[in-house]
């Protein structure tokens, strides 16, 4: 019988990669520069995105390509919001949270027509991924002075600018989150999110959309509601698509409905099957690394960006169908975890194998 998951190795082996991206993350910002800082902050705000659909994907089996257009739509609902609002630095707070609500009541309405209507399979895809390039189409389209709402201009293909940066009250006046310390936001936030879908994953919520997904006629038969499960981890993952929006805006203090277009809408697809769409901290890594990687290589050019996304993504489907990193960590485990020798759990188990030895 060799070591499994269950021995405390195993377990304290597991724990320590688990922890060992976060300790990482956490000491970048002391051997870097602030400037630095704020590009991995850019780098991290896409995890959550990333987080939403491999929740969705990954345990739920619902393949959506709308994750870019909550990331807009919480945009711009955040820059209406704060353009409008006066100078208080509970403006950005405001909006963020306006973000975040518009997210939640457009992807419930969204998942009830879906799943209510019982759409199935690769039509979920299909629905979000219309929804995604019509939304993008009309905001597109709001170039003219008539696409106001209060002081916020909409102004077409060219996006929204001037949002305000989160700020905190502080006795010397706002404190304004901006590169190290809106680094160190994110990565708080990102954490909480880590903690929050891993307990809802590993939970009995978690255990009934994996029975759906395997089986849903089968789960309907034992009495599950797998519409409201289905709808439920929709909205959970739409509105973490939210989230990376809002924080996008904030960080660059713009949005163009560029960010919900066909080629963005397939980027969280790609980042989440590279890295493991059932592995969340997989998720988070891997799209750091291949925003990252990105925005490296988009100096070059962006065509190079998306070959090198593509050519990545053809070969960890034929080596490594379950994502690479979860593939790495196994590799890993098989490295450092050694087999132990077979335990005997019965008195004539000694007096069997020694017979047999002589025999």
Known sequence: MSASNGTPRARATSRAIRLLPWLLAFC?????????????????????????????????????????????????????????????????????????LTSVVVAALIGYM???????????????????????????????????????RLNGYNGMGGMPPLTIPWPGGPLTLENTSFYYFVLVLLALVYWITRRLLDG???????????????????GVDIRRHQLLIFVFGCTLGGVSGALYTIWGSYITPSTMGLTSAALPVIWVATAGRKSIGGAIIGTAGLVWLSQYLAVYGSQYALILMGAILLVV??????????????HLQRLFIRPQAPVLREPNDAFKAQKGSKS
């Open 28 to 100: 970048l910002p002391l051997i870097v520069d602030a400037n630095t800082s704020g590009n991995l902050a850019y780098c991290l705000v896409w995890a959550f995105c990333a987080v939403g659909l491999a929740a969705m994907w990954g345990h739920g089996g619902i393949l959506s390509f709308g994750q870019t257009a909550f990331f807009g739509l919480s945009g711009y609902t955040y820059g209406i919001v704060t353009l409008n609002l006066g100078e208080s630095w509970i403006r950005s707070w405001s909006g963020l949270a306006a973000a975040l």
């Open 114 to 152: 879906i799943f209510y209507g019982r759409i199935k399979g690769i039509f979920i895809g299909i629905v979000t991924l219309s929804i995604t390039l019509v939304l993008e189409t009309f905001m597109s389209q709001t170039a003219g002075p008539q696409w106001t709402i209060g002081a916020a």
């Open 204 to 222: 009995n919520f978690g255990l009934t959309l994996v029975a759906i997904r395997e089986n849903p006629q089968r789960a309907e038969m034992l």
């Open 317 to 330: 489907v034929l080596l490594a169908p379950e994502g690479l990193l979860p593939y790495v960590t196994n």
